[in-house]
């Protein structure tokens, strides 16, 4: 990557702080973003589920908001700013601070390569850790990191366990970009610094998996028994079908990058690379997909999950394929074009429009009552995620119309009927809050002495 092809990327990134503040409603209105902010305002501390601490990289924005007082609608621009903030930020220490276009280039894709839903479901901490896992790879390619010592040694443990607790996937990402390293020749970081990197993301991991793992990550490491429940029906899971047709409209990059690095492996005969690329990447898609192989997982969750796929392809492309490009002058225009398509294809990108628009007639029809709805009252798929409704309503309400509105959908109402003949809380399907223990300037409720009413 050149440096002009470099500076191509600020333009990138101000277009994605741009749409960040655009579509700050459809990235904060929603499911976990939503539920993460009404945590944020009611205790005035950060939010941390299942161990992922990382996320509080992105949470300092919209918590210096609360603590300035700032209004509502001020706390959720600052979160949807944040995002993209910090993978700015990152992108700025890899290039100019550590003058490695290489991993920048690999901080850009990670927005822009093929992210379309998750940039509407901001909150990943998934991909909060793969751009931490390049930072921390750059750093090691620096002079005084890259041979086997003490700096290495406290870098790593500085960012190891930073990546464990992000997400049981960054073990992926991280072996793949390991072994990568090793099987090239010609890199200036010393194969025993990589080796220690690897030993000690291992045992962070199994230190994790023995004493720290939730019930939330058991129940995602189940879905590992499809392989033997689905077996040997692996291609004709409802997963496989989606993922190839999203590479029509969403995904193009994956099979035209991965066939770039397919041909140039071939053509030099590097064997051992390629047998390394195609093995994780088409593991790693095998691994998502027989995990979540039915329609009842929404695409939203499906991309985010396939995010080190950027990293699978990402790294043989720009540290391999690209430079042979760039003696062709090539390198800067297929960066511009992959940059450009991906801004275009977030910003005419409906699902998460659409639904905020849903949102937002229901508001006008029901902002002053109580209301408590199956989710058989709603259009089926329009709200791609129903859980967080009541968050979702809180935060639309209170932003635009200044009042907090008391609406909910829930998977099964009758399982929330006891709500009904409560008058002193305001419900969610994940619990009750009392109104005295909501803070007023940012719950603004009218009612507090009516009882829902339940629709069915």
Known sequence: MTKKAYYLGF?????????????????????????YLF????????????????????????????????PLWVVALSYSLGVVIFNWVVYILCGSLFKRYDFALLIL?????????????????????????????????????????????????????????????????????????????????????????????????????????????????GGLRNFISLFPNYFTQFSQKNFVKNWFHKY????????????????????????????????????????FPGEETPDVYWENLYSPLVIIIGIPFVFDVLPTLQAKKLSGLIIAIIAISGIVRISLYTP??????????????HQNEKLLLDKSQVPEGKLIM?????????????????????????????????????????????GAFPYKDLPSNYFKFTDTTSAYKMIK
């Open 11 to 35: 333009v990138a990134f101000a277009a994605l702080l741009a749409m960040s503040i655009v579509y700050y409603k459809e990235r904060t209105i929603f499911s976990d973003m939503a539920f």
């Open 39 to 70: 945590n944020i305002v009611k205790d005035g501390n950060f939010v941390f589920f299942h161990g992922r601490f990382i996320a509080a990289i992105t949470e300092i924005f919209p918590l210096l908001a609360v603590k300035a007082s700032f």
């Open 109 to 221: 894709f990670l927005n822009l390569l093929f992210v379309t839903d998750v940039f509407y479901w901001m909150i990943s901490e998934l991909l909060l850790g793969l751009a931490l896992l390049v930072l921390f790879f750059a750093l090691l390619f620096q002079p005084r990191f890259n041979q086997f010592g003490l700096r290495s040694i406290f870098a790593s443990l500085f960012f190891i366990p930073l990546l464990v607790w992000a997400h049981p996937m960054m073990l992926i990402a991280f072996s793949f970009t390991v072994l990568f390293f090793l099987f090239s020749k010609q890199q200036p970081i010393a194969k025993r610094t990589l080796y220690m990197t690897l030993v000690v993301y291992v045992l962070v991991s199994l230190i994790k998996r023995l004493f720290f793992t939730d019930d939330y990550d058991h129940g995602a490491y």
């Open 252 to 291: 193009y990059w994956i099979p035209v990058l991965s066939i770039a690095n397919v041909f140039f492996y071939v053509r030099h005969k590097s064997w051992w690379k390629l047998i390394l690329f195609m093995g994780y990447s088409v593991g790693f898609v095998m691994l998502v997909n027989i995990s």
């Open 352 to 365: 998460f429009k659409e639904r905020l628009f849903w949102l937002q007639t229901f508001l006008k029809q």
């Open 386 to 430: 129903i859980w967080g409704t009541s968050y979702e309503f809180w935060l639309l309400s209170t932003i635009e119309n200044g009042q907090t509105a008391s609406l909910i959908v829930s998977e099964d109402a009758n399982a929330l009927e006891w709500g009904t003949h409560n008058t002193k809380e305001w419900l969610s399907n994940w």
